[in-house]
Structures are given as structure tokens and as C-alpha cells.
């Protein structure tokens, strides 16, 4: 089944607006449930085996292995298999524990399907990943999206500023008319310049337009089973407008909700984040789950373009640049390029510095998107006398675990993951499609009906009174047959003779012994036409 997803609206008082809620991602509980308690996806009449709503509700709600706490675990009946990709989960763990980094979550998607290849939380207890958590300049790419749909004149314009480009009070609102520094759009992207992107926000985008993009990106709404929707804080006054599109503060959302922002990167689309492959009874057959719900357009594909283009900044020359080069300064990925985008801001739970990083690569053709959330407690830090690994050199990381191998670096890389899947998803629709076939072919089976039949044949004996008449014709009968081969009625449906034969014809009948009908081998009630020809000479 298709589906389209859920719309709900909801008055959010602090902003003084309604939104209206798609929930894409909900396709596949909201349907099974619409469906009851017998199994969606499975016609009436299928085996008890397959009714399995209950457990496959809990199946369905499962969070991916990666993220869960052991304690969480639902029982259920069903066998359930993720689409993550054990030996990258792994390798995403090693990268972590090299780096001594204790609270972080890396997620690695398909930007085209949203099928999650890698969903890795170091701590889900004390660092759930279904929490909402800062933003920080993640936001930024939500301002330059509106920017570019709105007022695209904006982002050809030069942006000037005095001191730090990462503060921002009522006067930076303004720009200077002279002096400080210049900054183009792709550059304030670049390193993140949260005076420039405060002054977009306020006076080319305005309060309405980002409110709209913000809700047009889905970062108010759940990003999957078991995830928050993402909250933004009160936008009353200018300078909260403007720290709310610079990123400085007023909105949160989840690491998965990241890592569906990364993804619209790659064509402009907002996908539906899933982790289920496949799902099993205790008989091992596949059971038949809700299609993931398409791809919703939420900018022209010229708008992610440019937005991609605008993000290499940031891995080339800006707040990544580091973390994407080696040693020697080289590029750490040789010819791939990223398109992504840093944020870093301070948080309560909990209580550390915040790094972001989400992307997509290569920045050309996205084949992978990635988000990474590291969190540094400021004492542990202290202690290893800094804050040590940041998102962005995990997933610099994890890039290059992905993309590279001995012989260089190259989208091509990625091939095996993909051919797993794809093996994957073909061998389940073939082994459901055959199962569905075979349950076909039993519904037939044992809808068939074989009709009553005589046991032996009868003579038909004529008394003195009727065999003194020359006659020939026929007597037309029609014979109820009881699920005992009984006969339990007969009467005559036509005949071409004197009504007497008809009624004599009756009389003998009634006598005979019949083999029942059955349908699926069960003996059932039914009737049979019979035609008896009589010559008398």
C-alpha cells in the first residue's frame, strides 16, 4: 500500500501561527493501525500464522539496535532485520573510541530513500537519540534555503560587519556602512557568520518566510518511530528572529531530524528516515509490512544545487576545513568533495558544548548522507586539556571508512553497501512475492468445489402400466444432495413425457446414493442436475 502520510495542525501560541504537521515518516505505524489487529498488507482468509498486528505493531515501533538501550527492547514473536550495516556500525564505533569520545551519535542515510545505513549512539541513556537537541548554525542552512526561495537577490549581496562574526546583539542588526569586513553568502556560510545570517533573517527573509521553511524542511514534525518533533522558542522581538535564523538560539530537533535535513541536500526532496528491512514470523516467512511513504519536494532541485555548492565551502576553506584535511593539508578524501555544514553551541542535557556536523558526499552526486552530534563536558574536557575530537572530524572519518580504501577514494566505493541492500530488497520482494503466490494458489485449493457424483449406476425399472407405452424423451431432474451423499430433495426442472414418468422417475431417484460435494475437501450441501433420457418400444 502507498501512503501519503498523516497532516495534522497545531496551534503553536508562542509563535502566533498554526502549523500544519506532515508526518510522512508515520506511515507505517499509523497504517498497520488503521488496518487492526490482523496483519496489513494480507488479504482475508490468509493462515492465524500471519496475523500478527500486536507483535508487528511492536515491531515496527523498534528502535534501530545502535541507538537502543538493552532494558528497552520490546518482546515480540517477530524477527526483525535493520538495514544497518554491522561492519560499518563497527567501524563508525572504532572511530569513536579512538577518539576517546563518550556521548555522540553518527547516522549514515541513503539521501535518496532515507534508508539508514549506520544509526550509532555512544550512550543512549544519558545521550538519548530521541531527544531534541540545540540546533546551533545547523539553522543557517534552513535561513539559506529560504534566502534563495524567497529572495535570492539577497545571496549576491556582500554582508558587512565589525569585530566577531560570531556575535551578534540589537545594534549588529544593522549593517555598517563602512569599515569591519566583507563577507559574500557563500563565505558567511563558510565559517559560519552569525551577524550576517541574523541580518538575513530579520530583513530578507523575515519572521513569516522562516517560519514557513522551517516547517517546509519538516523540523517541527517527528523524523521517525520513536523521534520528537523539533521546537522552536518564541520569536517576538528582531533580535530573536535573528539569533533564531543565525542558529545562536531558539530551535532544537534530533540527530535523525539532522540527518533528513542533510539528505534534502542531495535532490531537494525530505525523505522518510527507516531502519526495518524486514520482518519475520515464527515460521520464517517474510511478513508483509506498509511501504515506506515517497519523497515529498520541499525545494527545486536548482535550490539544493546551489545550497551544495555553497556548503563545499565549508569542508574547503571553513569551520570543517581541518577536519577534512590530513597532516600535510591535504585532502582527506582525494577528489570527493562534501557539501556540509557545522554548528556548535552550548546545552543543558546534557550540560556540554555541542558540535554538529551534517553533509552529503560526494557534493556533485550524493550517493551518502551524514549526521554527527559530539557532545564535550567541559570538565572531562579540561582534564584532556581541550575539547578534543568534534563532529566534524568523526564524520570526516567515517566518510573516508566509507569512500576510501588503499588504492583512493571515489563514490564508487560505496557500491558494495548499496549492492547489499539492493540484494536485499530483491531477494525479500521475490521470497513475498512467492509467498503470496503459494497462499494464492492454497485460497484456491480450498475455495475449489468437486460436485456431487453417483456412487453406482442405477437401473431405471418402469412398471407394466408405463412400459405398455411406446414413448421416448427425456425427464430433466434437479437433485439436492445433503453433505451426507443423502438425497434430501428432487424435483423435475423438464420433461417431454406424460407427467407420470416424471413422477416415477422422481420416486426411484430419491433412492440413489451419491458421493457429497465438497469444497477444500469439506463435504457440503449442493445440487445436481440430472438428464435422463427414456425410450420405451
Known sequence: MRCAGVVRSER????????????????????????????????????ASARVGTDLEIALRALPPGIRAAASEAPSSLAVEYTVDAALEARIREILARHRVDLAHVIVMDPATGEVFAY???????????RAYPTASLMKLVTAAAVLRERPSAARQKCRYLGSP????????????SGGHLDSFDDALA??????????????????????????????VPPGIGHPGGRIESVDQKLALGRLGSGLAGSFFSPLAAARLAAALARGELVEPHWIARVRDTTGEIVAVPEVAPPRRIWNPEVADVLRHSLRGVTERGTARRAFRNEQGEPLLGDVTVAGKTGTLSGDEPKGLYHWFIGVAPAEEPRIAIATLVVHDSDVSARRGGAGTNASNIAAETLRALLCDGTGCGADRVAPLYARANARRTESTAELEAQRAARDRARIAAARVEPARLLEDSDMKFPRSLRRQKVEGEVVLVVSVAPSGAVANVRVDASDLPERFGTHVTEVVNGW????????????????????????R
Open 120 to 130: 550509532v549512539s555512544t550512550d543512549p541513556k544519558t545521550f538519548p537519540a530521541t
Open 513 to 536: 446414493k451419491f458421493a457429497p460435494a465438497t469444497r477444500g475437501g469439506e463435504p457440503i450441501a449442493s445440487e445436481v442436475r440430472l438428464r435422463i433420457p427414456i425410450e420405451i
Open 191 to 220: 565559517i559560519s557568520n552569525n551577524q550576517c545570517f541574523a541580518r538575513l533573517a530579520v530583513h530578507d527573509v523575515g519572521r513569516a518566510a522562516l517560519l514557513d521553511e522551517i516547517e517546509r524542511v519538516g523540523l517541527l
Open 12 to 47: 503553536v501560541d508562542a509563535l502566533g501561527l498554526t502549523v500544519h504537521h506532515f508526518f510522512p515518516q508515520l506511515c507505517l505505524l499509523s497504517a498497520l493501525l488503521a488496518a487492526g489487529p490482523i496483519q496489513a498488507g494480507l488479504a482475508e482468509g490468509e493462515p
Open 166 to 177: 560570531y556575535e551578534v546583539d540589537v545594534s549588529q542588526l544593522t549593517a555598517p556602512r
